[in-house]
């Protein structure tokens, strides 16, 4: 989907489009207006924009848990994941081992 977006809002598509412009004359007046037809993938793109602004940047309940078990020294980190996720960020060297 996000090649699908880069795609359709890259600088060499938006170059590509074409603005519509309706020019009518009425007696002595020319009148100009302006159109615009929204894809049904904008529309779904608007929509999924509108929904994520109400997601909380950071859930509470989680933080507070976290640090719950983490104060009460019962947290215990799943260690085969967090090597693996420093491994791929090119933090732990496999060499390390």
Do not use: H
């Not at 950071?58 to 693996?84: C, H, M």
């Not at 791929?88 to 081992?97: P, Q, R, S, W």
């Amino acid at each position: 989907m996000i090649g699908r977006i880069s795609g359709q809002y890259s600088a060499e598509a938006l170059n590509n489009k074409k603005s519509r412009r309706n020019v009518s004359y009425s007696g002595n007046s020319f009148t100009e207006t302006d159109n615009a037809n929204i894809s049904s993938f904008g529309s779904l793109l608007a929509k999924a924009t509108a929904e994520m602004k109400n997601i909380p940047e950071v859930r509470e309940d989680v933080v507070s848990n976290f640090k719950a078990q983490i104060e009460s020294g019962t947290y215990n980190p799943p260690l085969d994941k967090l090597a693996n996720v420093l491994y791929m960020a090119g933090i732990l060297d496999a060499a390390e081992e």
